[in-house]
């Protein structure tokens, strides 16, 4: 059986915590979709997340804009009006 790129990781996941080896790739294959989300997608997934709890694009612009530059690979900082355009074209 070939090793997968992950296998390391995952041996890692098995060893210090309950998670069984199944379980385990589940939860670094959902983490890497989630790290892989496009910047615009992220952007508008979040913008609709935020807006149903009832926060302002004011709000939701400062959150993202803080949310972005704690990512893995963060992106340049985007103004409000950069973050508008990307939610609403």
Do not use: C
């Amino acid at each position: 059986m070939p090793a997968g790129p992950y296998d390391d990781l995952i041996a890692h996941l098995v060893r210090s915590t309950p998670l069984d080896s199944g379980e385990a790739a589940r939860v670094v294959a959902e983490v890497l979709v989630y790290f892989s989300e496009q910047l615009p997608d992220y952007v508008r997934r979040r913008h609709a997340e935020l807006k149903r709890r009832g926060l302002t694009n004011e709000q939701i612009f400062a959150a993202l804009s803080a949310e972005l530059a704690t990512r893995r690979v963060a992106p340049p900082p985007l103004s409000a009006r950069q973050l508008r355009r990307i939610v609403y074209g």
